[in-house]
């Protein structure tokens, strides 16, 4: 006999919820005697669920100590050889495919930092860390081919200068663009709509002020992710409705 629909573990894509109650059972959370004691349980917990995003966050901070016990030059060729510009594309794309995701350029990452071990272990917990790490790999892997093929085009039609196929770029932005419009899916009704269109008109109105490649990749990231979660949500729900409806007969 096969297990009641109610009992069966839903996909995350069609598990959403209301963000008025969330906000609500945070706040009476916080209003709990004992929070001090309670708030490093809380973040134990919050990383324990989100292995991989904590191991990222960890790994950012591993490659940028590098960068701060080596030379200006070496630094420099470390970072030029996993940037994922137009040159290494076309010799190396695989490796600085991966490899660019690890490192960032500049002082110590503590909003990128933060950003992952509070809302890229968010999105973990919710979609878990296999389909956390596709989506992120997508939205990644996506965008820079995106914006490389923007690049040899613009290079190719004398819109931009040859230099810039040799321009560094490292950074987790794009994957974690990717993410954040797809956990637009994470909520149902107004506040998807909202999270989305927010997130989309920030992005386009900052390719339209400062129009660069980076921000190009941006915007092309979001709508990957928000196309990704239209079409695993739109997938799972046909999935469980058929499996609803077989139930339904057998019984």
Known sequence: MAAPTSLRP???????????T??????????RP????RIPRAVRHHLSVAPATTAYAFTLFVTWWTLRGVGASVERGLIFSASTNLYNMQHNPVQVLVASAFWTEGSFPWLTIAE????????????GTGRWILLF???HIGATLLTVTGISR???????????????????????????????F????????LWAVTILAVLSIALWVRPTFTDY????????????????????????RKRSARETQQD
């Open 10 to 20: 839903r996909a995350p894509w069609t598990h959403t919820i209301d963000l008025g």
């Open 22 to 31: 969330e906000v609500r059972a945070a706040a009476a959370w916080l209003r």
């Open 34 to 37: 004992g929070l001090l004691r």
């Open 116 to 127: 992952f071990l509070v809302v890229m272990a968010a999105a973990e917990r919710w979609l």
């Open 137 to 139: 790999a997508t939205g």
């Open 154 to 184: 613009a290079i190719d039609r004398g819109v931009i200068p040859l230099r810039v196929a040799v321009a560094t770029d490292v950074g987790a932005s794009y994957g974690f663009a990717a993410v954040l419009t797809a956990m637009a």
């Open 186 to 193: 994470r909520f149902h009704g107004i506040v998807r709509v």
């Open 217 to 240: 990749g941006h915007l092309c990231a979001a709508v990957i992710g928000l196309v990704f979660g239209a079409i695993a949500t739109t997938f799972w729900r046909r999935v469980e």
